[in-house]
């Protein structure tokens, strides 16, 4: 068998229905995911509502990079790599807080938060230096849309639109359910660590094959209405955004519901502060619309998932780990439905969470599964005889088919070709 | 606390009382285990810290009593895939202190190393356990169990066990 160390022909390890398996835990592979994905493309960093005011700041990561997030005195957002210019010490070691400047421990070096470097101890042995070619490093494109902030290492490509494309309608769709038009990430973190490549995580979000099964026991022991969703007689549909964004649509069967934040397994009665906020921000009949189909779940390529009332953000330890962080989405200034986006959030994800334990079981034992050295291959092509075209032009399929992974792939495949 | 002012004999039956908590917990005997909460039970395990506000930030469990009964029902559906197969746990609970005595109520804290063997890897877990134990008849139930992990602010793998 040939190694991976230097893959000529793509076509040799992706398929059409499937990918050759060392391609989850070979580390050549891995170096070049972190080059021509990680280190090329649009990635998902942080939310503005993380450092709302002047001189806030957030830990975040972008690839391996450690990225310190601020908000400086001009209001803009920077992404700062955590690394100081003067021998490399790591410069700030919280995982958040307010201050205008960063001080690095090991010889008093002073960074303002938007990357200058402001102060050097014992000023007079810099003569020579040009301190403006001394700040500290940054990730050179940032853009956010709809809050979201992304960043990319790579100094000219498409645009984030562009490279969103289609998906910034999902962003669209989950801030219409929110009666302020905007979200916030206020709730802190769940950080659950899987031994398992980034790939079985991006995959599994819009998976909608495995829920009736590894999800079996939330089904038997609360009166959670999943199943229908997920099953082969669901009308819910996956879709392939193209750029390895893809979705499970499930408006279709909250159509057929026809009841306001069933989606959310709720009704209008428990929520009437929200309701009356939904409808005081978008009229009676949309607002009902909206309320009827919820929010998305959707994955947008490489590490942001929008699961319906939580986000997780993907981030690659190594070629065999992986770190899910997952908050609760909360709707600004909507109280009555952020408290129980939180319960929701708590009960269903994190180490102990009554779904995202059994999902990441699978990551590892997939993972192991993988190592097998026998030539193997995965097969991804359940509904491909049945793929077609939305109104728009998308690739959809039944939601329990292949059909999101083959987007992903085929988009992947472009990227390591490129 | 001066040490002559300590009520050895409460102490003693509490530390009792938790080290069968620890060892059905152990041995994933989740309804036995279950039997041990009051109606008003409430199991917390915060992420990040112990200073966070549960009603406002992730935990990374915040059970009232019927999110236990799930949990313990979800445990016993045999699908509860993260923890299969069995996950084999010991744990060591020491330094138990008497933190608050307040009516029928009592507080204790104490310290707790696992050991913990999944499918996958073995694992060491630490915390800093608070119980609210409520004295009924001649015994005890749980009113609150507060497992603050020494790295909750760390990326933590798979707790499917009880912890
Ligand atoms: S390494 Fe930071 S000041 Fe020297
Ligand atoms: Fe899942």
């Known amino acids: ?418 | 606390m001066s040490l002559a002012n300590i009520n050895y004999s409460l102490l003693r039956e509490a530390e009792q009382f938790l080290f069968v908590e620890a060892r059905l917990a152990d041995e994933n005997r989740y309804e036995d285990w279950e039997s041990l909460w009051a109606d008003d039970g409430v199991y917390w395990v915060p992420a990040e810290n112990a200073e966070i506000d549960p009603e406002k930030e992730m935990s990374i469990i915040y059970d009232n009593r019927s999110r236990i009964s799930v949990r313990i029902r979800q445990f016993l559906s045999g699908k509860r895939y993260a923890a299969d197969p069995e996950i084999k746990v010991r744990r060591v609970v020491s330094n138990f202190e008497l933190l608050e005595e307040d009516g029928d109520e009592v507080l204790v804290g104490c310290n707790a190393i696992y050991f913990v063997s999944t499918e996958s890897d073995d694992e060491v877990w630490g915390s800093r356990n608070e119980f609210r134990l409520r004295q009924v008849g001649d015994g005890f139930e749980l009113a609150r169990k507060n497992v603050f992990l020494v790295n909750a602010h760390k990326a933590l793998p798979n707790l499917a066990f009880l912890i």
């Not at chain 1, 955590?82 to 010490?89: A, F, L, P």
């Not at chain 1, 809050?147 to 801030?175: K, M, N, Q, V, W």
């Not at chain 1, 398992?196 to 995580?201: Q, T, V």
């Not at chain 1, 991804?380 to 998308?394: Q, V």
Request: proline share 4%; net charge negative; hydrophobic share 30%.
């Open chain 1, 1 to 418: 068998m040939n190694d991976l160390s230097s893959i000529e022909n793509w076509d040799d390890h992706i398929f059409s229905d499937g990918v050759d398996g060392r391609l989850y835990n070979d580390q050549h592979v891995f170096e070049q995911e972190l080059k021509k994905i990680w280190y090329t493309t649009w990635v998902y960093v942080g939310h503005e509502s993380e450092i709302p005011n002047t001189n806030d700041f957030v830990m975040k990561s972008l690839g391996l990079e450690p990225i310190i997030m601020t908000r400086s005195k001009d209001g803009n957002v920077n992404l700062l790599i955590n690394t100081c210019t003067h021998r490399g010490n790591k410069l700030c070691s919280k995982s958040k807080g307010n201050q205008g400047s960063f001080t690095c421990p090991y010889h008093s070096w002073t960074f303002k938060n938007d990357g200058k470097l402001m102060g050097q101890a014992y000023p007079d042995g810099f003569k020579n230096a040009d301190k403006s070619a001394l700040g500290l490093k940054r990730v050179p494109r940032i853009a956010s849309y709809g809050g979201f902030i992304f960043g990319s290492f790579a100094e000219e490509g498409p645009t984030l639109e562009e490279y969103l494309g289609g998906a910034t309608e999902l962003i669209d769709r989950l801030l219409a359910n929110s009666p302020s038009g905007e979200i916030e990430v206020t709730t802190g973190y769940l950080k659950h660590k899987v031994r398992g490549n980034w790939k079985l995580l991006v995959e599994n979000e819009t998976d909608g094959y495995h829920p009736g099964f590894v999800h079996a026991s939330v089904f038997m022991v609360s009166n959670s209405r999943i199943n229908e969703l997920y099953g082969d007689k669901s009308s819910s549909l996956s879709r392939d955004y193209g750029n390895g964004h893809t979705e499970i649509d499930l408006r279709p069967e909250f159509r057929k519901r026809g009841e306001e934040l069933s989606w959310f397994g709720t009704n209008k009665e428990r929520l009437p502060d929200y309701v009356e906020q939904m409808k005081a921000a978008h009229g009676d009949e949309k607002a009902r619309e909206i309320m009827i189909d919820g929010t998305p779940h959707a994955m947008i390529f490489p590490n942001l998932f929008i699961a319906e009332i939580q986000m997780f953000v993907i981030e690659p330890i190594s070629v065999s780990e992986t770190v899910q962080h997952v908050t609760a989405i909360q709707f600004k200034g909507s109280p009555d439905i952020n408290r129980r986006l939180r319960q929701q959030t708590m009960g269903s994800v994190g180490p102990a969470g009554f779904l995202l334990a059994d999902d990441s079981v699978m990551y590892e034992r997939t993972h192991q599964g993988l190592q097998t050295k026998t030539g193997y291959r995965t097969y991804t092509g359940r509904g491909n005889h049945r793929e077609r075209l939305d109104e728009d032009g998308y690739l959809v399929g039944d939601s329990t088919d292949d059909l999101p992974s083959r987007g992903i792939w085929k988009h992947y495949k472009s990227l390591m070709e490129a």
